[in-house]
């Protein structure tokens, strides 16, 4: 085995990694060599003596997320060959064009980096690391980045202050790693924004929306939009751009409003069609006359952050849709979501079907949704699936 520390599991506790589930939870460690610190790279053995992969140690439920099941060296090569192979998954799907340069790179488990989460905008890289090995091995990261042929990447920003477990006291910097700001607009199919990596949430801009935004503009063209939980606005000016009669957008934040406001007038200025409120999503529904909208986005924050939060997640997501059953015009259609990883697909579904029968509306499902495929899903990690969405026809 490589020169590495080892992490030693308890009889038995191989079996989830034999099928290659990335997560070596700290209940199935037996022991471990001293001297291990957070973020290290380590050996895993069976009880056996059997070596089983090489990937990053933290303190936590999680105590090694698996890199590679093979025995190697985790150093520039491995990152440029994962970072590369991510690449080339993207030009595959056909992301980089003259009228798309927002993009996921690294969608940490799905793209074999747990820990890991890379956003392309433009010539700008956002990095998020959620280990703190992924937190030592940023500025290789950088570098592998900015060295890739054809990404086109110039400036590496790293933002990692909200993203890392508090207890390690990494004491992480937002900031710059190669390069500085040259611009903040990025290009989606076609559409500008304005991206807020320095203080937004995420890295941004939500690019998981992508997809499903293209979706809305399909059902928009002379329909009466209401965007809740609108953010930077992505639903918005896709609606305008399907031809919507009118579209407001909703959001609790004056800066999210400010950030809407800005891109739908980089994409269609002066344009009366839109109007935008700073309001409580609960307050906005309850006080609006039934029938005003025939379109409605729900695409809410994670009601549940971990699982001891799933019960009142899903008593919100009921109300929720509730409201916008009662309110939405007859022949509406409602585009709703999830982005709760703890909360399942038949979840969230049981849920909406709750506060449709609450309604006592006729409700039918036309969609399915879920995140892009620049997000992809480890399939021996179903964990990493987490955007759930449905498109409603109501009457």
């Given at each position: 085995?490589?020169?590495?520390?080892?992490?030693?599991?308890?009889?038995?506790?191989?079996?989830?990694?034999?099928?290659f589930h990335p997560w070596v939870f700290s209940g199935a460690v037996a022991r471990q060599d001293d001297?291990?610190?957070?973020?290290?790279?380590?050996?895993?053995?069976?009880?056996?003596?059997?070596?089983?992969?090489?990937?990053?140690?933290?303190?936590?439920?999680?105590?090694?997320?698996?890199?590679?099941?093979?025995?190697?060296?985790?150093?520039?090569?491995?990152?440029?060959?994962?970072?590369?192979?991510?690449?080339?998954?993207?030009?595959?799907?056909?992301?980089?064009?003259?009228?798309?340069?927002?993009?996921?790179?690294?969608?940490?488990?799905?793209?074999?980096?747990?820990?890991?989460?890379?956003?392309?905008?433009g010539p700008t890289a956002v990095v998020q690391a959620h280990s703190p090995g992924m937190h030592y091995?940023?500025?290789?990261?950088?570098?592998?980045?900015?060295?890739?042929?054809?990404?086109?990447?110039?400036?590496?920003?790293?933002?990692?202050?909200?993203?890392?477990?508090?207890?390690?006291?990494?004491?992480?910097?937002?900031?710059?790693?190669?390069?500085?700001?040259?611009?903040?607009?990025?290009?989606?199919?076609?559409l500008k924004f304005h991206v807020d990596w320095l203080k937004g949430q995420k890295t941004g801009f939500?690019?998981?929306?992508?997809?499903?935004?293209?979706?809305?503009?399909?059902?928009?063209?002379?329909?009466?939009?209401?965007?809740?939980?609108?953010?930077?606005?992505?639903?918005?000016?896709?609606?305008?751009?399907?031809?919507?009669?009118?579209?407001?957008?909703?959001?609790?934040?004056?800066?999210?409003?400010?950030?809407?406001?800005?891109?739908?007038?980089?994409?269609?200025?002066?344009?009366?069609?839109?109007?935008?409120?700073?309001?409580?999503?609960?307050?906005?529904?309850?006080?609006?006359?039934?029938?005003?909208?025939?379109?409605?986005?729900?695409?809410?924050?994670?009601?549940?952050?971990?699982?001891?939060?799933?019960?009142?997640?899903?008593?919100?997501?009921?109300?929720?849709?509730?409201?916008?059953?009662?309110?939405?015009?007859?022949?509406?259609?409602?585009?709703?979501?999830?982005?709760?990883?703890?909360?399942?697909?038949?979840?969230?579904?049981?849920?909406?079907?709750?506060?449709?029968?609450?309604?006592?509306?006729?409700?039918?499902?036309?969609?399915?949704?879920?995140?892009?495929?620049?997000?992809?899903?480890?399939?021996?990690?179903?964990?990493?699936?987490?955007?759930?969405?449905?498109?409603?026809?109501?009457?």
């Amino acid at each position: 085995m490589k020169e590495y520390k080892t992490v030693t599991l308890r009889r038995g506790k191989e079996e989830s990694l034999d099928r290659f589930h990335p997560w070596v939870f700290s209940g199935a460690v037996a022991r471990q060599d001293d001297g291990i610190e957070e973020g290290d790279v380590v050996n895993v053995v069976a009880s056996d003596g059997r070596h089983i992969g090489v990937g990053h140690y933290q303190i936590g439920s999680i105590a090694v997320r698996i890199l590679d099941f093979a025995d190697r060296t985790i150093d520039g090569a491995f990152y440029h060959e994962r970072l590369s192979e991510a690449f080339t998954l993207r030009t595959t799907l056909g992301l980089l064009r003259d009228d798309n340069n927002a993009f996921r790179l690294v969608h940490g488990e799905g793209d074999f980096l747990p820990g890991l989460v890379v956003d392309i905008y433009g010539p700008t890289a956002v990095v998020q690391a959620h280990s703190p090995g992924m937190h030592y091995a940023r500025d290789i990261i950088a570098h592998v980045l900015v060295d890739m042929p054809d990404a086109g990447v110039e400036n590496v920003y790293y933002k990692s202050e909200t993203t890392l477990p508090y207890k390690a006291q990494l004491d992480p910097q937002n900031d710059y790693i190669i390069g500085g700001y040259t611009t903040d607009v990025a290009v989606e199919n076609g559409l500008k924004f304005h991206v807020d990596w320095l203080k937004g949430q995420k890295t941004g801009f939500f690019v998981d929306q992508r997809d499903n935004r293209a979706f809305l503009q399909r059902y928009a063209a002379g329909r009466r939009v209401l965007n809740m939980f609108c953010y930077t606005g992505g639903f918005s000016f896709y609606a305008l751009r399907g031809g919507a009669s009118l579209v407001h957008s909703v959001d609790s934040s004056a800066k999210a409003i400010s950030l809407t406001d800005a891109n739908v007038e980089l994409n269609f200025p002066g344009d009366e069609r839109h109007k935008s409120f700073i309001a409580d999503a609960f307050d906005f529904l309850n006080e609006i006359e039934p029938g005003k909208y025939d379109l409605i986005v729900l695409d809410p924050p994670a009601f549940a952050k971990h699982r001891g939060a799933i019960r009142n997640a899903l008593i919100g997501y009921r109300r929720l849709n509730a409201r916008a059953f009662e309110k939405i015009a007859s022949g509406g259609i409602l585009f709703t979501f999830s982005c709760s990883q703890a909360v399942s697909r038949e979840q969230f579904r049981l849920a909406v079907f709750s506060a449709a029968a609450q309604s006592r509306r006729r409700v039918r499902i036309l969609h399915q949704l879920t995140q892009p495929a620049d997000h992809p899903v480890n399939i021996y990690h179903p964990e990493g699936e987490y955007l759930k969405g449905l498109i409603l026809y109501v009457e």
